[in-house]
């Protein structure tokens, strides 16, 4: 099977990134698969493993698309990495990996920040929800928060645009699941666990001495991009308002802020808390691993749910680390031995008395470490998210042999219309893509 993937790739800082990477070294194992990139350079081991193709420099190589078996979308709700791929999406349905039920920061980021035009978000959300949902979303320009911010959001999760130009969708949790299957537009759906990330040896080799981490503290740990739905926020007021826990805990913070007035180490000094906290701001894997692996919880919590699946929290888990979540979404799904679940609405007084618990019981935490282990090594295996995606492009995707000449009549056509300027691009890739009509 010939495969055209879109995603962000390594060195753009995101989650999908990361995962792309992970299942694509699994992949090639199975299918033939080309990474088509919008306007920039995968690591250069990407680069040599795979062919890239850059459809931001020459558009002109799209109708390729055209002579793949199958086209997958990695489709997130950060604009700066998916507006190119819905915009190919719309032309050239496909598979989409849906990695946020809730795409309405994409849509808002797409056309006011993209495409300099608020309008056109607005007129989505007209076409999805009507003219009362666009007069809110038009009136909260003029507030402290947009639409987007509140969690308003949850009902209007503004994806239809991306759902309707799909041929089938892949998710990682029965919650978003069940919320696509009671959607109006009716879709092939497959649930499949994201797959677990290899841990760097050399990330176990090191110490709390190394990583200057106190011996005599409990150490909790947080991974992934800052933001007010990550509730660290709230961890800190916790923490300052109970005396053991200001006393005996220490918390190590991974991640760069998403909003420049989300400043968790302003909140830290206010609260008295700068000698109980360390912000170290973005990090290599391989780093924050060491952190993680030397911490004794770690936290993972988010409310409200963009319909999300945390790969920060599978990696916490295949280290063997209890930790502290948001009973909702994906994080309900999880055996209830494996993590501490927090209930939004009971928030502060239950995070108390858990991070209390959890430090203050090490058999706890080693019981409760170690089935998260097992459980994501068993259930979260890479090669079974390989096959269980192959045969389902195989199901929806079907090419009727009949029809085979004719679509090669097709591409030929499109791609001679486009001769001209970047034919010295699409002339070998044409010849290397049509192989697959000699079988």
Excluded at 325 to 341: A, F, H, Q, T
Excluded at 349 to 375: H, I, N, T, V
Aim: proline content about 6%; some cysteine.
């Amino acid at each position: 099977m010939k495969i055209a993937w879109f995603s962000p790739l390594p060195p753009l800082k995101s989650g999908i990134s990361e995962y792309s990477e992970l299942i694509l070294y699994h992949l090639k194992n199975y299918a033939d698969v080309d990474l088509w990139v919008d306007g920039f350079s995968p690591h250069p081991h990407i680069c040599r493993d795979f062919r890239v193709i850059n459809y931001a420099q020459e558009r002109k190589v799209l109708p390729l698309l055209k002579t793949y078996d199958a086209i997958v979308y990695n489709m997130g709700n950060n604009a700066e990495f998916h507006s190119g791929m819905y915009e190919v999406l719309q032309e050239y349905p496909g598979i989409v990996i849906l990695h946020d039920y809730i795409l309405h920061h994409f849509f808002a980021g797409y056309w006011i920040n993209k495409k300099g035009r608020p309008e056109g978000y607005l007129q989505e959300v007209r076409k999805q929800y009507g003219p009362p949902v666009e007069e809110m979303a038009r009136k909260s320009f003029r507030l402290a928060k947009p639409l987007w911010e509140t969690e308003e959001v949850q009902r209007y999760p503004l994806n239809e645009s991306v759902l309707e130009k799909a041929i089938g969708v892949v998710v990682h949790s029965e919650f978003v699941k069940a919320l696509l299957e009671g959607a109006t537009i009716a879709r092939k759906i497959l649930k499949l666990n994201s797959p677990y990330y290899p841990i760097p040896a050399s990330s176990l080799e090191r110490t709390r001495e190394d990583l200057r981490l106190s011996k005599d503290k409990i150490v909790f740990a947080s991974l992934g991009f800052l933001a007010p739905v990550k509730r660290l926020d709230k961890v800190l007021q916790v923490v300052a308002s109970d005396d053991f826990l200001r006393k005996n805990a220490f918390l190590v913070v991974i991640g760069e802020s998403v909003y420049p007035d989300y400043q968790l180490d302003k909140i830290a000094k206010n609260l008295c808390l700068t000698e109980q906290v360390r912000f170290l701001g973005y990090l290599p894997i391989e780093e924050a691993y060491a952190y993680l692996n030397c911490a004794d919880v770690c936290l993972n919590l988010r409310y409200p749910t963009m319909g999300e699946t945390s790969g920060s929290l599978i990696r916490i888990m295949s280290l063997g680390k209890p930790a502290v979540v948001s009973n909702m979404g994906w994080y309900s799904e999880l055996p209830d031995d494996c993590v501490i679940k927090i209930n939004p609405g009971n928030e502060a007084e239950e995070l108390a008395f858990w991070l209390r618990q959890l430090a203050l019981d090490a058999g706890l935490r080693r019981k409760m470490g170690e089935a998260a282990r097992k459980y994501v090594l068993k259930e979260y295996c890479p090669e079974a998210f390989v096959k269980g995606l192959l045969n389902f492009a195989r199901s929806v995707t079907t090419i009727d042999p009949d029809k085979v000449y004719m679509r090669l009549l097709d591409v030929v056509t499109d791609v001679m219309v486009e001769l001209g300027r970047g034919a010295e691009l699409l002339c070998p890739l044409l010849q290397d893509h049509l192989t697959w009509i000699k079988g």
